[in-house]
């Protein structure tokens, strides 16, 4: 077993892990930040991702040990305390969810990807989503509330 200290939502944790834990699995069953989920462990679906130092990465592949050297780490929890994320608000306002299960990955990719454009086009919020799968198929919603989001932003400025 292993000690890391890792900056997650602007907190510091302390861990004890082997070395090579999954990421995901230290925020998960180490820390309970369980709004990260497990979809299917090898980087495909999506469900599991989370921001590294202000980037959309897939915490199911990422190590422990590579993280643990003040690299900032958000999840889903350290978008706001009270779930009211301008992205967060939108995807209510779209009624996005379905299951809901890949919606914490959906809604991380999606504030990355407003904070790297705040007004994407239809087809730029297509590419960027790409890499996040809705096995229940609401596309046209989370594209709607992408869009909505980003109407927002523009209202707040």
């Known amino acids: 077993m292993a000690n890391f200290t890792l900056d997650i939502n602007n907190r510091r944790y302390e861990v004890e892990v082997a070395s090579g834990t999954s990421l995901l699995w230290v925020l998960r069953e180490h ?26 990465m897939k915490a199911c592949v990422l190590q422990v040990d590579d993280f643990a050297n003040g690299q900032k780490i958000k999840t889903i929890e350290g978008l706001s305390e009270k779930g009211d994320h301008p992205v967060q ?41 790409n890499g996040i799968l809705c ?23």
Do not use: F
């Open 135 to 157: 096995r229940c198929g609401t596309y046209l919603r989370i594209l709607k509330a992408i869009e909505l989001a980003s109407n927002h932003k523009d209202s707040q400025t």
């Open 89 to 129: 608000m939108a995807w209510i306002e779209a009624q996005a969810p379905q299951c809901g299960y890949c919606h914490s990955g959906q809604i991380m990719q999606a504030v990355a990807l407003l904070e790297e454009n705040p007004n994407p086009t239809r087809e730029e919020i297509k590419m960027y989503m």
């Open 31 to 56: 820390l309970g930040l369980t709004g990260t989920k497990y979809g299917c462990g090898i980087a495909q679906c999506g469900s599991c991702t989370i921001h590294i130092n202000n980037k959309p």
